[in-house]
């Protein structure tokens, strides 16, 4: 599908804002320097908004559209060194099994950092995943192994025998956008499976109107979606800013004929969030959530998850993955869209005869 005039301009500069990737974190940018997917302060508080119930009215389309994001998700990872293959094994193994919120930060931190998990001791991870090492030793319980050793015996059984490339003489940026690359070249390995992205791009174009929420750090990655949905789509609705009237807003969508809703959700994710998805689903909206990982407090309260990680390496998270997965669900949902190309044709022909672009 060919962009509209202002595609590529536009595309930068929502990438310079999207890249900016507001942590909103007190007193973690610190920690996040000091190693790429420690991360060991990403999920503080937000454990607690992941335990609530699913709808059990949901149609049997919501719950396949939920299995194939858990699909996609397997393939999604995070920071520097990380191996997707790596990463898709130990989701499988994670997959079924009931975990505490303090387990899954275990199983989060271990997914991001996939490539040296069958090397750390029960120590390393426990510091990695901000929690203590008794909880560790009842996680790998949890999964059905006597203990810690014989959960890392089975990782390194089944990793990759070649340990990642030393980086150490990156510097710090340096190495920040090399996890920005490898965050790419896993989303790359997610899409290798297109169906949820294809089924999300039929829900979009069907839904008249389409909201589109994203708070906080999100508001760049939606409101960047939205500007170019609007060329293609009828009606966009861009939900950006909290409060009271997030719900109303919700409402008046609903009652004017919409059908799913696209939430761009990333750390430090508020909780106004999760409320809102919660409340859009018991409204019968179906969700569709691009997330920084299949983990995220709003897992719960989503039918299709998309995972795109973000990197942690810089004082303020950086989010290429998810603004590239906006820009691949903008195409999917134009190929959904039988006049998308006539829409963007007529926009060419307007902005010539209006002079709006220096050529």
Known sequence: MSGDGDNGGGTGSTGGAAGDGLRDRAGTAQGARA?????????????????????AGRGAAADAGRDAGADTAMHAGADTGMDTGTAARLQKLFEGHRLTPTQRRIAHCMVRRAADAPFLSSVELAELAGVSQPSV???????????????RRHLREVAPSDKPDDTGSYNEYQQAVQAEIDNLRHLAAALADPSPVIEAGRLFAASRPLPVLGLRAATAQAAGF???????????????EGGTMLTDRI????????????????????????????????????????????????????????????????AFDTACAPMLLGRVLLEAMCDALPDAQAR????????????????
């Open 35 to 55: 190693a790429a997917g420690a991360g060991t302060g990403r999920e503080t508080g937000a454990g607690a908004g992941r335990n609530a119930s699913t709808d």
């Open 137 to 151: 030793t009842r996680f790998a319980v949890a999964l059905g192994f006597d203990g810690y050793p014989a959960l």
């Open 226 to 240: 939205s500007y170019f949905a609007r060329k293609v789509h009828p009606d966009v609705r861009l939900l950006d």
């Open 251 to 314: 409402d008046a969508a609903v009652r004017a004929g919409a059908s799913a809703l696209l939430c761009f959700a990333l750390p430090r994710h508020p909780r106004e969030v999760v409320d809102a998805l919660e409340y859009a689903r018991t409204a019968g909206l179906t969700v569709v959530t691009v997330a920084d990982s299949a983990f995220a407090p709003v897992a719960h309260h989503t039918d299709l998850l998309l995972p795109a990680p973000v990197g942690t390496g810089l």
């Open 344 to 359: 963007l044709e007529q926009f060419d022909a307007r902005a010539a005869a209006r002079g709006l672009f220096v050529e």
